[in-house]
């Protein structure tokens, strides 16, 4: 079993059962069983190692109801998400799927998106967008973004290219990082489909990845160097680049958006990759802007709910979660609710469209279009 890898870790936390992991855990908070936190996880992980558990799909089930939004890891010096993980590689080893996943993986493999979109029309987005063939930059989009808010990302990539940024884009041939894989526990899948990743890079010269996606983001920086010994592309958010470009004074926002907003942080750019400031660093260059931050932000904000498979396998409790961070967002008294993540911005708008919020929910790399 692949949790076999983290025994030390799971004895760990059966001994010490601190619990600061079920604090503000958003899983934890809806369900209201230990089994639905961390520790809850860490216990059920004891008991398949011990012979005392068997898989089965009810513990599937269980474990699968994590947005694996890293909450608990900000608390703890345990490998705490990726035991989740684990438990979810070994859960589907043994044969238990759950049948929303498995209809992702799937898709994924036929038609390179969890979406049932069509690949041809992956690219309709940039048909008016000059990328090069000779950088050996690319843009890499992801699945969301393209299909679900390709407004969004053209504003993204526009806002580059119009600055000076030359950026190659794979267009259609552009496959699904696979993070709905590796999350959900399709390991095999997962590294499948890494693989065709790599030789597509490398056939197009690729040696810097941009995304604007957190889900990619962590995906290529964080877990393709665990699984490809030969991965060794720089990658990069689009935040970190884009700030560091205004800095230089190679992006000048300088028309007023009179606005008050209130940014959320994603999860994976957040807690898992770190990147609270950028974003931030981006509102405030705009001119018009106020910021005002919510009760709970960088590493104690809370979840959308929509990570880590939520969103395909269990969306009504994914919305619950979107509709609190929501009214969190109103409690500010901004007009906006601002982030930078495709998955998010999928939930939340859901959860304002059913909670009749008054909030609007605009992309960063949209405002600040506005203003360049």
């Not at 990619?216 to 958010?237: G, L, Q, R, S, T």
């Amino acid at each position: 079993m692949r949790i076999e890898e983290y025994e030390d870790d799971i004895y760990t936390c059966n001994r010490t059962r601190c619990g600061f992991c079920r604090t503000d855990c958003p899983i934890y908070q809806e369900m209201g069983f230990e089994s639905y936190s961390c520790r809850g996880r860490m216990l059920i992980a004891r008991g398949l190692l011990e012979g005392i558990l068997e898989p089965s799909k009810e513990l599937l089930d269980c474990i699968n109801l994590c947005a694996t939004c890293a909450y608990c890891a900000s608390k703890c010096a345990l490998s705490n998400v990726e035991i989740t993980e684990a438990l979810r590689a070994d859960l589907v080893g043994a044969g238990f799927k759950d049948e929303y996943h498995e209809r992702g993986v799937e898709e994924i493999k036929r038609n390179s998106n969890p979406y049932l979109k069509p690949k041809n029309e992956r690219a309709a987005w940039a048909e008016d967008i000059e990328f090069s063939k000779t950088t050996d930059t690319l843009l890499y989009a992801g699945c969301t973004y393209p299909y679900i808010f390709p407004d969004w990302l053209k504003s993204s990539a526009k806002l580059l290219v119009d600055n000076g940024v030359k950026l190659n884009y794979l267009g259609n041939e552009e496959d699904c990082c696979g993070s709905l894989m590796l999350t959900t526990g399709f390991l095999d899948d997962f590294i499948e489909n890494g693989k065709k990743n790599l030789d597509a890079f490398r056939n197009a010269g690729v040696k810097r990845i941009i995304t604007g996606c957190p889900g990619c983001y962590k995906i290529f920086a964080e877990e393709y160097p665990k699984y490809f010994d030969n991965f060794d592309m720089e990658v990069e958010h689009i935040t970190k680049l884009v700030s560091r470009m205004i800095d230089e004074g190679k992006i000048k926002p300088s028309k007023p958006v009179e606005a008050v907003v209130t940014y959320h942080d994603p999860c994976h750019l957040g807690r898992h990759m770190k990147v609270f400031e950028e974003p931030r660093r981006i509102l405030e260059r705009i001119p018009g802007i106020e910021l005002r931050e919510m009760e709970h932000n960088r590493f104690e904000a809370k979840c959308c709910g929509a990570g880590g498979g939520m969103m395909a396998a269990y969306p009504e409790v994914a919305v619950k979660l979107a509709e609190k961070r929501v009214k969190e967002a109103e409690a500010t008294g901004a007009e906006m609710l601002v982030t930078i993540c495709p998955i998010c911005e999928f939930n939340f708008e859901r959860a304002i469209r059913y909670s009749d919020s008054p909030i609007k929910l605009v992309d960063l790399m949209e405002i600040l279009k506005r203003s360049v």
